[in-house]
């Protein structure tokens, strides 16, 4: 269960047995998760206890106007809508406050870097000027732009589903997410020994898209693939999406 649904339940009081041995273990052992309860709890005290002096006020104030106790009676039920209204604004804040917790861009850049090239070995010859090796070296010096020509002139010619992921790449290094996106997605299209690494890249695109939930789901499934590339850094990525 993902945190947000779980803190949801533990503030209605909605837990069952399992939910709540559950939050009671990620609430002894993950940092994050605690910091959140803990600040959400701080939040309800206070809004309880502004809540009970408005209401006092306010009772108050209605009792001067109405002395009689059969008039002013019918003010009580106004306590529980308080309590209500301050628990509705205390579950609302949750959303607020994960997502002002999550910065995409941070993410990215702490996570991101081109895959290195384990396709091709680069031959520096004048003998050896092809598109592919061309293109290899272009990517290998960063000039993303020309490798991103070479390489669909490369896959063209060779139709080697590898060459989408290092084009991928480029496009996501010079920040072209949409049309990365689009690149990891074809080539996941194929099964060669780079597609599960695709997941990881699109994991990223879409963290930086802020498409939060698509992310999760390509963390998870290059986690479950059996690959074992980033396998240590999209635990930890998943982790700070949860």
Known sequence: MIN???IEKYFSK???????????????????????VDFLENIKLVSETEDDAQFKKQLAA?????????????????????????LILIILSINLFMNSNLDEEKLFSTYFEPSENVTS????????????NNAFIAYGEADYKQAILLFQTAYKDSKNSELLFYEANSLLALEDYQNAITTFEDHLKHSD???N??????????????????????????????????????NSLLKKLE
Request: glycine share 2%; aromatic share 10%.
């Open 14 to 36: 909605s837990l069952t047995p399992n939910e709540t041995l559950e939050f009671n273990t990620r609430y002894e052992n993950d940092s994050n998760f605690k910091q959140e």
């Open 62 to 86: 209605q009792e001067a106007e109405y002395p009689d106790p059969e008039k002013s009676v019918t003010f009580k039920w106004l306590k529980p809508l308080i309590a209500a209204a301050g």
């Open 4 to 6: 947000e649904t779980l």
């Open 193 to 195: 020994r780079l597609t």
């Open 197 to 234: 690494r695709s997941h990881w890249y699109l994991a990223l695109a879409y963290i930086k898209t802020t498409q939060i939930e698509k992310a999760k789901k390509e963390l998870k499934t290059l986690l479950n693939s059996g690959e074992t590339f980033k396998k240590p850094e999209a």
């Open 121 to 132: 070995p680069i031959v520096r010859s004048a003998d050896n000027e092809t598109n592919l």
